[in-house]
């Protein structure tokens, strides 16, 4: 069901058996990209950090975010494996398969190639397997609405979702399941649409008994905003 896709530069760090070179006195990461079936092809990339992850995050438009898993290394958190499914480049296909609201099915089938597809094959392929507390979902925008809707669906896979300026197309359900990820939302004073979205969902999960950090700061909607946010994140969801 998958399509080999790994670069020259790839292979000549994986080992002999094709797993990704996990040693501790690696200088740091690499990338691992894979293309899958779904969607008519659909490719995932991989941070892979220097020492064997203790911990793992999920994440949707991973061809940009995936790279952010080096900052993690950079800020001396503790060792996280990125798993970022890539995002469809236009705009509105994206939202529609990232938010159950729009076409249930597209939502459904992206779900399930995100949460079990790609969970089975990041086993497989690097022999990692995570409890709950240690595996999180991370989005921005759009994406940050998937992170929502996958957590709340699948709380015994992702133990904290992390959600950068959510927009407004999927919104608290009247109903909170139960049981739920801790939460961490942030968004900028410059970004007062996606602000509002946030509030409302950080007044939501208190609301549902959730652990909730919301923090408002100054910035506007974009990827420098996001990427400064990201290790403050990661570190909240698994300390050090």
């Known amino acids: 069901m998958r399509q080999e896709a790994h670069n020259s530069a790839n292979r000549r760090q994986n080992g002999s058996d094709g797993a990704?070179?996990?040693?501790?006195?690696?200088?740091?990461?690499?990338?691992?990209?894979?293309?899958?079936?779904?969607?008519?092809?659909?490719?995932?990339?991989?941070?892979?950090?220097?020492?064997?992850?203790?911990?793992i995050v999920f994440?949707?438009?991973?061809?940009?975010?995936?790279?952010?898993?080096?900052?993690?290394?950079?800020?001396?958190?503790t060792s996280t494996m990125t798993v970022g499914v890539h995002g469809l480049t236009d705009e509105m296909p994206r939202i529609?398969?990232?938010?159950?609201?729009?076409?249930?099915?597209?939502?459904?089938?992206?779900?399930?190639?995100?949460v079990e597809d790609v969970h089975r094959w990041t086993k497989s392929r690097f022999g990692i397997e995570l409890p709950a507390e240690r595996a999180a979902?991370?989005?921005?925008?759009?994406?940050?609405?998937?992170?929502?809707?996958?957590?709340?669906?699948?709380?015994?896979?992702?133990?904290?979702?992390?959600?950068?300026?959510?927009?407004?197309?999927?919104?608290?359900?009247?109903?909170?399941p139960r049981p739920l990820p801790r939460s961490?939302?942030?968004?900028?004073?410059?970004?007062p649409f996606f602000l509002e979205n946030a509030r409302v969902w950080a007044e939501a999960l208190r609301g549902a008994g959730v652990d909730v950090v919301m923090h408002e700061r100054a910035g506007s909607h974009g990827g420098a905003f996001w990427r400064e946010e990201f290790p403050l994140m990661v570190r909240w969801a698994f300390g050090r």
């Open 96 to 114: 529609h398969e990232y938010s159950p609201r729009f076409e249930p099915e597209r939502f459904a089938a992206h779900e399930k190639f995100f």
């Open 20 to 55: 990704p070179n996990l040693s501790p006195d690696a200088i740091s990461g690499e990338f691992v990209t894979e293309t899958f079936a779904y969607g008519g092809g659909r490719q995932v990339t991989v941070y892979v950090p220097p020492s064997r992850p203790e911990a």
């Open 59 to 77: 994440t949707g438009d991973g061809q940009r975010i995936s790279k952010w898993g080096r900052l993690l290394e950079k800020a001396d958190i």
């Open 137 to 176: 979902i991370f989005g921005v925008s759009a994406g940050a609405e998937l992170a929502l809707a996958l957590g709340l669906r699948h709380p015994q896979v992702y133990g904290a979702i992390l959600c950068a300026s959510p927009g407004a197309g999927y919104k608290p359900p009247a109903v909170m």
């Open 184 to 191: 961490y939302l942030v968004a900028g004073t410059e970004e």
